[in-house]
């Protein structure tokens, strides 16, 4: 596992040269990945598919890791542009409308490249959790907790952190494992749809009488009345 330092760019460009510079070496990047896969992927590659020198790509990013971390902040901002959008497009919406729109976002930006994800997900080492995407967690459930508290009188579910967390997680994992094992169905909407349903009937859906979830039935409780269970 890489250092979290070592992955991070050495320097950020400042001018329009530096940035279509930058964008190159990243684009060349993610290329060699969808194409020749994580094994053929170097530094020396990049710079060759960029068109520019391996002490231009030093310039920015120190090492192959650092390119790796980039990919992630890029998607990450893919991410947040499409929750921003959806949250000033629909905020006051239905409680459905808002939940279908969200999910809709994050599967739009897992499908801007799904092949470079599939390659990030099935065969780059893991580089650890990273300054930008801590960042992004503590504001997407930061984001989701708010929601779900303006929308109290809507909501079933009595403990609004635990449904924050199943809410986040269920949609990272669902969407993330979907990228590599069921592209047709995220391209398709069904996952949108079906996580939609899922979500909502959690959130929304009262237990009987509103005592909180039904209890799991016991083995005991499944038998017939008035016979005993055969002693052991």
């Known amino acids: 596992m890489a250092r979290l330092d070592a992955s991070r760019p050495r320097k950020r460009p400042s001018q329009a ?18 194409r020749d896969g994580y ?3 170097t530094t020396n590659r990049v710079a060759d598919a960029a068109g520019v020198s391996v002490g231009s790509l030093y310039q920015y990013f120190p090492n192959k890791e650092s390119l790796l971390a980039e990919l992630k902040v890029r998607h990450i901002a893919d991410l947040e542009r499409g929750l921003d959008a959806v949250m000033a497009r629909v905020g006051d919406a239905p ?7 969200v999910i809709a976002a994050n599967v739009a930006a897992h499908l801007i490249d799904p092949a470079l994800h599939r390659v990030l997900s099935t065969e780059v080492p893991q580089l650890g959790p990273s300054d930008a995407s801590t960042a992004f967690e503590q504001r997407t459930v930061a984001r989701v907790r708010a929601l779900l508290t303006s929308r109290r009188r ?17 949609v990272e994992a669902t969407i993330h494992e979907a990228v590599v094992e069921r592209p047709n169905d995220l391209a398709s909407g069904a996952i949108t749809r079906e996580v939609t349903r899922l979500l909502l009937g959690y959130l929304t859906v009262s237990s009987p009488a509103g005592r909180g979830p039904s209890p799991v039935p016991s083995a005991s409780r499944g038998r017939p009345r008035g016979r005993r269970a055969p002693r052991r």
């Open 17 to 34: 040269r530096s940035h279509a510079t930058v964008d190159a070496i990243v684009g060349a990047a993610a290329r060699i990945l969808v």
């Open 154 to 170: 809507e909501i079933a579910v009595r403990d609004l952190d635990l449904a924050t967390y199943l809410v986040v997680r269920t």
């Open 95 to 101: 409680l459905p409308v808002i939940v279908h729109a």
């Open 39 to 41: 094994g053929a992927f």
